[in-house]
């Protein structure tokens, strides 16, 4: 085991290992149970693997927390409600957690429109969080609660970002996936930002905010962030199950989340088992963003680019194992920005290491 100190450099490159990994097999599971080009006995329609993956995915976090008991907070302060001691930090964390019952649905979906590459999908993804990390710090730095200046570099960096997602949101040729004139894209993306950007605010507020020898318990935030996002999704899919048809929501999206489990596939387990990945994904994302020391510009931009880079190697996997396609010239140009950021943020982070040194002494 490659022993490392928390908030170090070698712990930012163990848990960039292990956020890519896991994204690398959850972009191949997309694209091999949804992407009707790969010859396959095994495809969902779209919202099929929404549901089975998500399944997974939450019965595998929440697994681990339980097991793991990480649901003890270490708390600035303990509050007492209806005589029962709790955390204060719950009520901030528990809007964290709806916020996550819509990140992980939306997340999923994203990567099974038909056209869209594993590369594109999270390039889009990526930038707009890129973006969110950003006005993140100004506002908290501007209500003095982040107490570090975000770096010129970090600040190149979120630049190149931007410009990589620029390629493949406008060089669309014919043939290609038009996102822009895609409603239900649109209205997925929105739906993510708006919620990653409640969610990251809420964990850089807990990660500026610990008292003086209080820990930063990145283990337990995620863990009753975690039960919180498990309520939610299990509330709000129960609510269109049992409502849609009083309601009169007929839409077809609806229509196949409800039969995902009454006429449920008779591959559906496998389905379930592909959420595994992306159930751990979601240990490496929470510590990427509250990785100790840092900005959320930073750690934002580590987080997004990593998975990004994950998501080129799933396209050219899928691509090569499963006979899906490959990336386009757009692609690998959005790549190429991508590293020169990285590069930015290879600086920046020589400068903060050497920044926390001095602190320390």
Known sequence: MWKTEEGSTGRLIQLCIGYFSFYVVTGISAKLFTDKHIASSLHFNQIE?????????????????????????????????????????????????????????????????????????????????????????????GQGILKKRVYAEENYAVVFALLAA??????????????????????????????????????????????????????????????????????????????????????????????????????????VVSGTAFGLVAFFSVFLFMFKGRTATFAGLVNRLTSLTAGTVATLLSAIILGAKFPKMQDWISLAFILVAVWFLTVSERKRTAELKAEQK
């Open 49 to 141: 693997y929404m549901v089975y993956n998500t399944i997974g995915g939450m019965l595998t976090a929440l697994g681990i927390v339980i097991v793991m008991r990480w649901y003890k907070l270490k708390s600035n302060q303990m509050i007492s409600v209806g005589g029962i001691s709790i955390p204060e930090e719950v009520k901030y964390i528990l809007p964290s957690g709806l916020m996550t019952a819509i990140v992980i649905p939306t997340t999923t979906l994203m990567y099974t429109f038909e056209g869209m590459s594993v590369m594109v999908a999270m390039v889009i993804m990526r930038a707009s969080v890129i973006v969110i990390s950003r006005a993140v710090d100004a506002v908290q730095i």
């Open 166 to 271: 620029g390629i493949n949101l406008f060089y669309v040729q014919s043939g290609d996936f038009d996102f822009l004139n895609n409603s239900a894209a649109v209205i997925i993306l929105s739906s993510y930002i708006v919620a990653y950007s409640i969610r990251i605010y809420i964990m850089n507020y807990f990660k500026n905010t610990r008292g003086k020898g209080i820990p930063l318990d990145n283990n337990g935030f995620f863990g009753i962030e975690q039960i919180f996002a498990f309520f939610f999704v299990v509330l709000i899919s129960l609510f269109i199950y049992f409502s849609a048809p009083s309601l009169g929501w007929e839409v077809p999206q609806v229509t196949l989340f409800r039969e995902s489990f009454y006429k449920s596939n008779t591959l559906w387990f496998l389905g």
